[in-house]
């Protein structure tokens, strides 16, 4: 799915430019996002930034002194953004996932920051988990055609998943590649040369 939509935004991207045309990015390394919140900033610019100045900033945004308010803006912003996609159940779902994802985030980051302030190592498993749990199975909401199949995958997994690991081990094999090549790209390098490993 990443390297699909990313991949025709970058081929728009470079024919544009090729006449002169400068469009903005779309697509800013969002497998390398250490928070779900992060995820957005980074997955679809342009829909997200769209739905955020006409939509999100027109409920309240993000009210600092009213944390309940701001979840349900957070809400309706992501169920909105699912919807978009289509007026399915998987879409709903998909939607309901982010914004649970991002409120939680919301919540841990104000708990984290008053009792253990900006660790590092609490933010790496924070990233760890949204790279490899969260943000695939928002994708998985996505992509399920009805709820017999997605229930016949969840329960795949749940009893280790063997007979859907083979069938699509080479998918898998391809999307731990694009994860490791990215993470390293963008975490790893440019601590290296900055001198801080």
């Given amino acids: 799915l990443y390297l699909d939509f990313s991949g025709y935004c970058d081929i728009a991207i470079g024919l544009a430019r090729m006449l002169g045309i400068k469009l903005t990015e779309?697509?800013?390394?969002?497998?390398?996002?250490?928070?779900?919140?992060?995820?957005?900033?980074?997955w679809n610019i342009t829909l997200t930034n769209w739905f955020r100045d006409y939509f999100y900033l027109s409920l309240g945004g993000l009210k600092r002194k009213n944390l309940p308010r701001s979840m349900l803006n957070l809400s309706l912003?992501?169920?909105?953004?699912?919807?978009?996609?289509?007026?399915?159940?998987?879409?709903?779902?998909?939607?309901?996932?982010n914004a649970a994802g991002v409120s939680l985030y919301q919540y841990w980051r104000i708990f984290k920051q008053k009792s253990f302030g900006n660790?590092?190592?609490?933010?790496?498993?924070?990233?760890?988990v949204n790279i490899f749990i969260y943000m695939p199975?928002?994708?998985?909401?996505?992509?399920?055609?009805?709820?017999?199949?997605?229930?016949?995958y969840i329960s795949g997994i749940a009893s280790g998943g063997a007979?859907?690991?083979?069938?699509?081990?080479p998918y898998?094999?391809?999307v731990v590649l694009v994860y490791a090549i990215q993470f390293i790209r963008k975490a790893i390098i440019p601590k290296f040369r900055s001198g801080q490993w």
């Avoid at 779309?26 to 995820?39: G, K, M, Q």
């Avoid at 199975?137 to 016949?152: C, K, L």
């Fill in 172 to 174: 898998v094999m391809l």
């Fill in 119 to 128: 660790h590092p190592t609490l933010l790496s498993i924070g990233s760890l």
């Fill in 26 to 42: 779309n697509f800013r390394w969002p497998l390398v996002a250490d928070s779900p919140a992060d995820i957005w900033r980074r």
């Fill in 137 to 152: 199975f928002g994708f998985f909401f996505f992509r399920i055609p009805d709820f017999a199949t997605g229930f016949q």
């Fill in 163 to 169: 007979h859907i690991m083979s069938v699509h081990y």
């Fill in 77 to 97: 912003f992501f169920i909105a953004v699912g919807f978009w996609h289509g007026a399915a159940w998987n879409f709903l779902l998909f939607g309901l996932w």
